[in-house]
Nanobody, 125 residues
Framework: VQLQASGGGLVQAGDSLRLSCAASGGTFRSYTMVWFRQAPGKEREFVAAIRRSSSNGVYADSVKGRFTISRDNVKNTVYLQMNSLKPEDTAVYYC???????????????????WGQGTLVTVSS
């Protein structure tokens, strides 16, 4: 499956932004979809995930209550709605997919074999 992330940009603290990740070339509904992010000089970290047959998301503590992940299995797209953005949310955001990841490993990037190219989110203070 090929993934194309979009929607990043420069915003101010407190603003909102919605990222999209369009999938092609695979059976989208069979994949668990996830967002990771990587800030300059830091490791890539888990942000949010949504299982293939679920509408409920799993979130990192740092974004819980502010970010919402959702998916549209007709449009083959996963979204990340980001509200109340903070400067520490500045990073390149990557979407990824896995057809085999289990719940206990859902935040582990090693279990995701398909990655998008990343989209940069910059939050100014």
């Amino acid at each position: 499956v090929q993934l194309q992330a979009s929607g990043g940009g420069l915003v101010q603290a407190g603003d909102s932004l919605r990222l999209s990740c369009a999938a092609s070339g695979g059976t989208f509904r069979s994949y668990t979809m996830v967002w990771f992010r990587q800030a300059p000089g830091k490791e890539r970290e888990f942000v949010a995930a949504i299982r293939r047959s679920s509408s409920n998301g799993v979130y990192a503590d740092s974004v819980k209550g502010r970010f919402t992940i959702s998916r549209d299995n007709v449009k083959n797209t996963v979204y990340l709605q980001m509200n109340s953005l903070k400067p520490e949310d500045t990073a390149v955001y990557y979407c990824a997919a896995s057809s085999s990841v289990i719940s206990s490993s859902i935040s582990d990037r090693r279990f995701y074999g398909y990655w998008g190219q990343g989209t940069l989110v910059t939050v100014s203070s």
